[in-house]
């Protein structure tokens, strides 16, 4: 048999970011090449002011503690919650396994680090030594951000060691995106100054601040120089390509799996850094071969713009068909109809089994079941039942496929409610892919979240329903019910040529009841006249109180059965006493009856023999009453 991969845990958030997916996918191509399998886990909580108040990402790191993972690589860059790092450190601590830091310090633990400040230092310098350039603006990220501001202190020591000063009006904040990237180059223009270059501290705001260049009449490089960092592919695709500074990704995932490959227990902290590369293209005026765009990059690109068109419209049927579905049942049915697309890649949704217990009698005890499963282009709705520790059903066959090189996991959420969580394999990882399995989550999530809500306004609809249509004492019905019954039954042609009879029912007494032994006792004699004429009336008809002591019953039969008063209420009588709660009561529980009868046919007058079935037990009445003198 062959021998189990050994797993390796990638915690992170944003793992969609370019950045991220271009170290993952040499994270999967190093550890596939020494037998390890990469679980992705993708938490949403990125930002400190969106503290997940519940702490319901701590779900994604109780699923992890169930795998025998042999060590945890945690992104800090987008993790910034310190309750979810702690529980990252405390899984490493109870697993004995070596947890590695990238981008941010943490202390006793092997940490590896970009050479960020050195990456941007050469950037500078290069449009210095290289182009000449000594006015040399920058636009940096958010103001006290660990990042950007150790981007700032590089570009400040570049200026000192080529004896150029500093001056406060050359450095504005764009925080790294494209808006207030555009503010900060019009007010570089603005002010007046003559500059040589703009140094921006990501891609991102690099294009943004060329574009903006280009609008308010200046030429990139010709006027100014621009330059960025981070080295992602949109700077590539640009007009003009941005020279840039990107991570060598490659040599960081050799250097993450050699630790971890050379691990050993006693080993204290470290830490290791990595260098970054010159990407130096049409924005400095210092285009290279290997750096303009490929055949190959323009049909990565056509196949993820094309990609994104058919998510979208799959997307689009998925939350359109969601939206008006009351059953998670059916919604399992849907996903299977809907996300064609994306059937080449192993896709697996697990929900909490008391989602679906309102829907699936006898569910059982076990924490979760199969809501959604794709693999090798076999697709399937709810499925199988499982505890967590299972994690995925087959899941040894999995990570021991050919199908798969890395598993992406993240949460189905709606705000702090979880649902349960989405696993999607991939092999030779793209962004796209990524991505794809974020926008999954996530529109699922939705869905998931708009059905539930669907089901529990059914659910609250019905309830009205049966409330206005039910006696609230009794649960048999009232008025409005009876009469809605009576019509249908009345109206339906399988009906024709039965024989219907009605029957007014009257409590006896129901006052002296309430007065002599309170009126708990006069609603317990309601109730159990109630169930009498239930029981009666159970067979082949239906039955109401009306208020009160007034009650009504109606019953089809194939001839016409003529019950006396005194046989109805024998019978009625028969089932009270048969009860010891009626039988041991002081007082006597018994009804005045009147019934009138008819064939069911298009003339048949219901109102009628309802009058005359009232005008019999008034008649009824009179006579016991008289009878009792």
């Known amino acids: 048999m062959e021998e189990s991969k050994k797993l390796i845990a990638f915690m992170g958030g944003m793992l969609d970011q370019e950045k991220n997916s271009n170290f993952i996918r040499e994270l999967e191509k190093e550890s596939n090449r020494q037998g390890y399998f990469i679980i992705a886990f993708s938490f949403s909580e990125t930002t400190v002011w969106d503290q997940d108040r519940d702490n319901c990402e701590l779900k994604l790191i109780d699923l992890c503690s169930h795998l025998d993972i042999k060590v945890i690589i945690v992104q800090l860059e987008f993790i910034k919650n310190d309750y979810l790092v702690v529980a990252i450190e405390k899984l490493g601590q109870r697993k004995g396994i070596p947890v590695i830091v990238m981008e941010k310090y943490l202390p006793g633990r092997i940490n590896i680090s970009m050479r960020y400040s050195e990456g941007f230092k050469s950037i500078v310098r290069h449009v210095i030594d290289v182009h000449g350039c000594r006015n040399i603006n920058m636009i940096a990220g958010p103001q006290g951000d660990h990042f950007s501001e150790d981007r700032i202190k590089a570009y400040k020591e570049v200026l000192a060691e080529k004896n150029i000063s500093f001056e406060e009006g050359r450095l504005l904040y764009g925080d790294f995106w494209d808006r207030p990237a555009r503010e900060a180059t019009r007010c570089f223009i603005e002010s007046g100054d003559k500059i040589d270059a703009i140094v921006c501290a990501n891609d991102a705001m690099a294009i943004a601040c060329a574009d903006e260049l280009r609008a308010l009449g200046y030429r990139v490089p010709e006027d100014i120089i621009v330059t960025g960092f981070d080295g992602i592919k949109s700077g590539l695709f640009n007009v003009p390509s941005i020279s840039t500074v990107a991570p060598d990704y490659e040599s960081e995932a050799k250097k993450v799996i050699s630790l971890i490959k050379d691990h050993k227990d006693s080993d204290n902290a470290t830490s290791h850094d990595v260098d970054f590369k ?182 609250m609809r019905h309830e009205i329903e049966q409330v206005s249509v039910l006696d609230y004492l009794t649960g048999i019905y009232n008025r409005r019910g009876f009469m809605a019954e009576l019509k249908k039954i009345v109206e339906s042609t399988n009906n024709y040529g039965k024989y219907l009879t009605i029957f007014s029912i009257d409590m006896d007494r129901l006052k002296y009841i309430n007065d002599m032994f ?106 016991r009453k008289q009878a009792r003198k």
Request: aromatic share 8%; with cysteine; net charge negative.
């Open 278 to 459: 010159l990407k130096l293209r049409n924005s400095c005026g210092c285009s290279r071969a290997e750096d303009i765009l490929s055949l190959e990059d323009i049909n990565v690109l056509s196949n993820s713009y094309a990609d994104v068109n058919w998510a979208v419209n799959s997307i689009n049927n998925l939350m359109a068909e969601a939206a008006v579905l009351e059953t998670l049942c059916d919604l399992s049915k849907t996903i299977t109809t809907t996300l064609w697309l994306w059937k080449r890649q192993f896709q697996f949704v697990g929900v909490f089994s008391d989602l679906l217990a309102p829907e699936i009698e006898g569910i059982g005890n076990h924490r979760y079941i199969t809501m959604f499963r794709s693999e090798k282009g076999e697709r399937s709705g709810i499925g199988t039942s499982y505890d967590e520790a299972e994690f995925i059903p087959g899941f040894e066959d999995i990570i021991n496929s050919a199908e798969s090189n890395l598993l992406l996991v993240r949460l189905l959420h709606a705000g702090n409610q979880v649902f349960g969580y989405l696993c999607y394999g991939i092999k030779d990882t793209t962004n796209r892919d990524i991505r794809r399995c974020e926008e999954f989550g996530m529109f699922l999530s939705s869905s998931i979240n708009a059905v539930i809500a669907n089901r529990n306004l059914a659910r």
């Open 518 to 623: 309170g009126h708990a006792q006069g609603d317990f004699a309601i109730k159990s006249m109630a169930e009498a004429i239930k029981h009666f009336s159970s067979r082949n008809g239906i039955c109401a109180r009306y208020g009160g002591d007034e009650f009504a019953c109606a019953i089809i039969t194939d001839t016409d059965v003529n019950l006396s008063a005194e046989t109805v209420r024998s019978r009625l009588d028969v089932f009270l006493m048969a009860k010891e709660s009626v039988a041991e009561k002081e007082y006597k529980i018994a009804a005045s009856i009147g019934s009138a009868g008819g064939v069911i046919n298009n003339t048949i007058d219901v109102q009628s023999l309802m009058d005359i079935a009232d005008e019999k037990m008034y008649a009824d009445k009179n006579e």
